[in-house]
């Protein structure tokens, strides 16, 4: 088109104020500036800019105009210059409208017409990001939400998810009567596909991540046991990390340490561990044992494990610098807390003694070498008896 425009002159206004290039699907923004769709889409869903490229204001309605009236004059000019070689652009086929989606999201109270309209609002989530923000707009995840409490619909979680709402969405989403965490924690347990129990643990994520403190703290030991269940089923590395970050969210709050202890995390992350080969899992299963590891049942069922010590002592300089700050951590809590005479003789007979004089000595973070240096002199009367400890290296 370039070369094609140094021989015709094209008016200005045919122009994409974005592309530079003659518009095949004029649309005209709130702000009164018309670009070509897909241009003005690309800026304003792929990019996330929320203001007029050219005119800088925020556009109030995210549904351009569709500007008909450009469109055939651009058709036309087309046409009468065909024998320079211009190509005349088809008509664009109507987009998607508010119109459209708002009746569908209706007849999903109709169970003649749920399945049409799911299968429908599926194909509409996967075509383009300006169609999520459209159903968002329109309150799509309050009539899906309510379709997934009521009937567990796999189709209904598989669009919510797509959706990918904005934090706005996600705090109103978990505000949803009839509990939709509840709905969620229903379907991880007793979902006969993998697909709609990873789709459930990675929304309850991003739920979570801008949830309010009122939320986390009321969550059940069942939530737990189910997040526990998608570690043990190995579903993706994907719905893995997801559960993981969940969490490493609601851990800190409240009792869910305890519960998530009662849940049998400890036992399922360290079996995960001994299989584990990728770096950023072993950085996330690192980080949830250190904040359960904070609680005396954490630190119990540690220890009550066979491979428990040797496992986070075998974290220490043998992943990645974030996994050895956080083993020397975990072993803080289990040194300090509880370091009873059986523990304490563990540690050495494991090497874990010899880890923490090796931390003191290598180049590594300050805090690291300060919670090191801090157990080993705490411990020093019991462990200075053990010759195979230098501890005029300390």
């Known amino acids: 088109m370039a070369d094609l425009e140094n021989e015709v002159e094209v008016p200005h206004f045919f122009l994409c104020p974005i592309s530079l290039e003659i518009m095949k699907d004029p649309v005209t923004l709130s702000t009164g500036i018309t670009y070509d769709r897909v241009n003005i889409e690309n800026w304003l869903f792929s990019r996330k800019n929320n203001v007029c490229p050219v005119t800088k204001q925020v556009v109030v309605d995210i549904e351009p105009t569709p500007n008909h009236t450009l469109r055939r004059l651009i058709q036309s000019w087309c046409t009468l210059n065909a024998s320079f070689g211009v190509e005349r652009f ?35 989530v996967l075509e383009s990001e300006k169609n999520k923000r459209l159903m968002e707009s329109v309150g799509a995840a ?17 669009i919510l998810y797509h959706i990918k ?6 705090k109103t989403l978990g505000k949803t009567e009839g509990n939709f965490v509840d709905a969620l924690t229903r379907i991880m347990q007793r979902a006969s596909s993998y697909e709609a129990r990873a789709y459930a643990v990675m929304l309850l994520k991003s739920m979570f991540e801008v949830a309010k403190p009122m939320q986390v703290t009321s969550l059940n030991v069942n939530f737990f046991m189910q997040l526990v269940n998608i570690l043990v089923d190995q ?50 299963i690192s ?44 072993l803080y809590s289990v040194a300090m807390f509880s370091g009873s005479g059986r523990v304490l003789q563990e540690m050495i007979e494991l090497g874990v003694v010899e880890k923490l004089v090796l931390v003191l000595q290598v180049d590594c973070g300050r805090k690291m070498k300060e919670k090191a240096r801090e157990i080993l002199k705490v411990h020093s009367r019991v462990w200075k008896k053990f010759h195979c400890v230098n501890y005029d290296l300390i």
Request: glycine share 6%; proline share 5%; aromatic share 2%.
């Open 235 to 284: 579903i993706s590395v994907k719905a893995t990390k997801a559960t993981l970050k969940l969490l490493i969210s609601v851990c800190p709050w409240g009792r869910n340490r305890t519960k998530a202890v009662e849940a049998g995390v400890v036992r399922v992350l360290i079996g995960a561990l001994l299989d584990c080969s990728e770096k950023r899992v072993t950085e996330l």
């Open 142 to 158: 309050d009539y899906l939400s309510t379709i997934i409490s009521t009937v567990n619909s796999d189709e209904a979680l598989y």
């Open 165 to 170: 709402l904005s934090p706005t969405g996600l």
């Open 287 to 330: 980080m949830v044992l250190v904040q359960v590891c904070q609680a005396a049942d954490g630190r119990v069922e540690l220890l009550k494990h066979r491979g428990g010590l040797a496992v986070v002592s075998g974290m220490v300089f043998g992943v990645s610098p974030v996994v050895s700050e956080r083993a020397v951590r975990i």
């Open 90 to 124: 088809p008509t664009p086929r109507p987009p998607i409208s508010k119109t459209e989606i708002i009746k569908l999201l209706k007849d999903l109270n109709s169970p003649n017409h749920q399945m049409k309209s799911l299968t429908r609002l599926k194909s509409i």
